[in-house]
């Protein structure tokens, strides 16, 4: 198997295609984007032409010398693994970009899971996110209640985030093409969260039980949890929920006031 194919990296050779994501990521001289994959540069360079300042990250050591080969002055190359990368640190000495940071890249397939939930954790250094993902992952980020794919990561991104889902590709428009489609997806950090929560940690501890077992009831899911089955039924009640009803059934509020009538928070 090759390094790339390895990697999960998939690339796009229509530039016309390319050039519909940097118009979608619209890069200002205000802002700095950290492009995640940088490859063969093909959004890399047409990022630092309109951006402020760019910070490309590759973990494939074969791609550096042909990033290098493009060099611009407000270009900074990073050899490394994004998923051990500390964003905090990596943003300490760009004071000048607070508040003006836009994460974007087409995502190795392999990484874009663990990737999402590492920019949860950091979301409120980032103005906005523009990725190119799978269709199936895509999906989930934009899911609605009642949907097979509303999931607690559909949650937790549309609670922070304005969530668009804006195309998906067919795989002849990557080399080498993958087996799957894909979907590009813009993030636009919410001001402010939807709901108000003082413990997100807990929040999404709470989604991860409540969607464990899907053909389960919401009621049965939350047993495990350390509420007494009186509370629960009673929080059910006062919120006008049916004891039958399912996960996937309630929307972004119902979830965080059942969360916080349960816990008191």
């Known amino acids: 198997m090759s390094k790339t194919k390895a990697l999960g990296q998939h690339f796009l050779k229509d530039r016309s295609i390319l050039q519909k994501i940097v118009d979608v990521i619209a ?3 205000d802002e700095l984007v ?3 994959g940088a490859g063969k540069g093909a959004l890399t360079f047409p990022l630092a032409d309109r951006a402020g300042k760019v910070i490309a990250i590759e973990k494939d050591k074969a791609f550096i010398p042909l990033l290098r080969e493009g060099k611009k002055d407000n270009l900074i190359l990073l050899e490394q693994d994004v998923l051990r990368l500390d964003f905090q640190n990596l943003l300490a000495n760009e004071a000048a970009f607070r508040g003006k940071v836009k994460l974007a890249g087409n995502l190795p397939y392999s990484i874009s899971s663990p990737l999402l939930f ?6 409120d250094l980032f103005s906005a996110c523009v990725f190119l993902l799978q269709k199936e992952v895509a999906g989930r980020l934009g899911a609605q209640p009642g949907s097979k794919d509303y999931a607690p990561l559909s949650i937790l991104f549309q609670l922070h985030f304005d969530v668009r889902l804006c195309f998906t590709l067919a795989p002849g428009a990557f080399s080498p093409p993958p087996k799957v489609r894909s979907t590009l997806v813009s993030l636009e950090k919410r001001p402010q ?3 108000a929560l003082s413990d997100e940690d807990g929040f999404r501890r709470f989604l ?9 009831t919401l009621l049965n899911n939350l047993k495990p ?3 007494s089955i009186d509370l629960l039924k009673e929080s059910f009640r006062r919120l006008s929920l049916k004891e039958t009803v399912r996960a996937e059934q309630l929307s972004i509020g119902q979830f965080v006031a059942l969360f916080k009538t349960l816990s008191g928070a």
Do not use: N
């Open 27 to 29: 890069p200002r001289k």
């Open 208 to 216: 991860r039980t409540a969607f464990a077992r899907r053909r389960k």
């Open 118 to 123: 590492k920019v949860l954790e950091d979301k």
């Open 225 to 227: 949890l350390s509420f």
């Open 193 to 195: 969260p939807l709901f």
């Open 34 to 36: 950290i492009e995640i």
